[in-house]
């Protein structure tokens, strides 16, 4: 299981990765692993603004459904639309291709709360 | 043997585990003006063959629509019924209500139904079916609802008669929600496109346009969706299956739901049902369809299998986040109909749908022959039509009654202003004896009430004075 030291990450299992205002989002490699094979990810449109914590789309694998949580607050500035055709990217590569949108950071204080590798990496050994 | 479980003792045993003493105790926060007091009042038990004889009176009470001519239609269709519909559906293996939960136990069931998805999907020109809902007009309902989820857009626009009960439906599925229905009608029931154009703007979810329409009538699909598009809306049209035998298909009309109901495919008319309903659509809409799909792939030794999919938007796994609260279908009704389009083939539904709009149109075109009857709306429709007759339509449908007739559905409640009108369908149960027989019971039917209308007539001058 890969846990990059270069990102944040929330305790439900997203990545972000800030490079100046903006911040890309995604899933860990530990969730795309527990929810197997990804048919379908249903993400905001360009604009749409998301709140921390909150559920910015969903993400489906065959059995189950979850949601994706913003690790800050933001609005959406891209979105990654290969997902849209190629759902499975999300488990071949969810840290590169499989990453899901950038959002414009509105509080970059907000990326304080989220975990780091190493907190992250202890969270997903309770499992 | 007695089948209650429950002796003296056991009571006394269940009664001291829960601590009280007795029954009564145990009822008493019941006031005692509602509770029944001494025995119930029923018959005493009869003898096995006793009671044979008496639901068999009972059931004599039933009018059959075997022992009459009928031409009731009005979206239930009484259609011939191959035996080897019943005796395959009645195997075992299919003869039930559901569809699994547990796929890998229930194959011949799931091939089945895939079976069902593909010709409805076929006879309707869509790319995907699913596997069947409870009627035609709620799956006219459901498909309101996806066209909505889909634009996010709140007014749904109904062009032409559709049929009243579907409307009921509609209304009430939609009751919760905020949301404008708005009909775009002329007075014979046809869609007056110049409304509709003004009708579909950008509020608009779809336009529900069925043909034929309530009152038989064909309607331009293909004119409706280019409507709806250019304004961004969906097109639902909703189909008569054996009509597809000869018309254009709604997938080759441009619309982008089809749905309709599936009775007349193997399934006897039954009053209040059970009923089928069809629901196909475009790829693109597939995670926004109703209920249940099921899919054929392999499986982890590469051996052909059948699975329910997309369960990931049903309610039992998702339920506030469901795209609708059905997750059921058909089964049963949805088997007989794969069997009976399996048996028909493409050739035999456009056999049957001819011998349908050759029949109706002879008897239209004999009914308007009689003096004093019409059939005022155009001479475009497939197997039912209006008749205007010459008194109430109640009246004459009475006396029709009298000879073993059924000859069709009154319009009156309704549609105000139909008084003297009544809907008359036309199958390839009806021989050419029959219509014939229906022609003579209609004109003798119009001359007696003609009479009794002129009774009347003076009657009620006499009380307008």
């Known amino acids: ?127 | 043997m007695a089948y209650l479980p429950h002796n003296d003792e056991r009571r006394r045993a269940m009664l001291k585990t829960i601590g009280v003493g007795s029954i009564d105790d145990l009822l008493r926060p019941i006031p005692s003006e509602i509770r029944q007091q001494g025995p119930i009042d029923i018959p005493p038990a009869l003898a096995e063959s006793d009671v044979d004889l008496l639901a068999e009176q009972l059931a004599a009470k039933n009018a059959v629509a075997g022992g009459f001519d009928s031409f009731l239609g009005g979206g239930i269709y009484d259609h011939y019924i191959p035996a080897a519909v019943d005796h395959v559906a009645a195997r075992s293996e299919f003869y039930t209500a559901y569809t699994p939960y547990q796929p890998e136990v229930a194959q011949g069931t799931l091939q089945a139904t895939y079976e069902y998805q593909s010709m409805v999907r076929r006879l309707t020109g869509m790319e995907v079916a699913q596997a069947s809902m409870y009627d035609g007009g709620s799956a006219t309902a459901e498909a309101a609802l996806l066209a909505m989820a889909e634009t996010g857009r709140g007014k749904i626009v109904i062009a032409g008669a559709l049929n009243p009960r579907y409307r009921s439906i509609l209304e009430t599925y939609l009751s919760a929600q905020t949301v404008t229905i708005e009909t775009a009608n002329r007075p014979d029931g046809s869609t007056d496109f110049d409304r509709l154009a003004q009708l579909v703007d950008d509020n608009a979810a779809c336009v529900i346009m069925s043909s034929p329409n309530y009152f038989g009538g064909l309607e331009d699909w293909a004119r409706g969706a280019e409507i709806a598009h250019a304004r961004g809306a969906l097109l639902i049209a909703v189909f008569h299956p054996i009509s597809l035998g000869l018309l254009r298909s709604p997938g080759e009309c441009g619309a982008d739901v089809a749905v309709g109901e599936g009775q007349c495919l193997g399934n006897p008319p039954a009053f209040g049902g059970p009923l089928l309903g069809l629901f196909a659509t475009r790829k693109k809409f597939i995670r926004r369809l109703p209920g249940r799909l099921v899919g054929k792939t392999v499986d982890a030794r590469g051996v052909m299998a059948f699975v329910t999919t997309l369960q990931t938007r049903e309610q039992h796994i998702r339920r506030e986040k469901a795209t609708s609260n059905i997750c059921t279908a058909q089964a049963l009704l949805a088997t007989r109909a794969a069997i009976y389009m399996a048996m028909l083939g493409k050739q035999g539904i456009t056999t049957l749908a001819k011998t349908c709009l050759d029949r109706a149109h002879y008897l239209a075109e004999n009914i308007a022959r009689i003096p004093g009857y019409s059939v005022p709306f155009g001479p475009a429709f497939f197997n039912e039509f209006v008749v205007e007759a010459p008194a109430n339509a109640r009246t004459i449908l009475a006396r029709l009654r009298q000879q073993r007739i059924l000859g069709g559905i009154e319009l009156a409640g309704r549609f105000p202003g139909f008084d003297r009108r009544f809907l008359v369908c036309v199958t390839e149960k009806h021989s050419r004896a029959t219509l014939d027989r229906f022609v003579a019971a209609l004109r003798e039917a119009g001359q007696q009430a003609g009479a009794g209308a002129s009774d009347s007539m003076t009657v009620g001058g006499a009380a307008a004075r």
Request: net charge negative; charged share 20%; hydrophobic share 40%.
């Open chain 1, 1 to 127: 299981m890969i846990i990059k030291d270069n990102l944040r990450y929330t305790k439900d299992h997203e990545w972000l990765d800030i490079q100046g205002d903006t911040g890309t989002i995604g899933i860990t490699d530990f969730a795309q692993g527990e929810l197997g094979d990804v048919v379908y990810v249903e993400l905001p449109a360009v604009g749409t603004a998301v709140k921390a914590g909150e559920p910015f789309g969903t993400i489906e694998a065959v059995k189950a459904v979850s949601e994706l949580y913003a690790p800050v607050s933001g609005t959406v500035s891209e979105v990654n639309t290969r997902l849209a055709d190629e759902a499975n990217l999300v488990n071949q590569d969810c840290y590169g291709a499989g990453w899901m949108i950038k959002i414009k950071i509105a509080n970059a204080a907000e990326a304080n709360a989220l975990l780091s590798p190493k907190d992250y990496s202890q969270l997903v050994e309770q499992h």
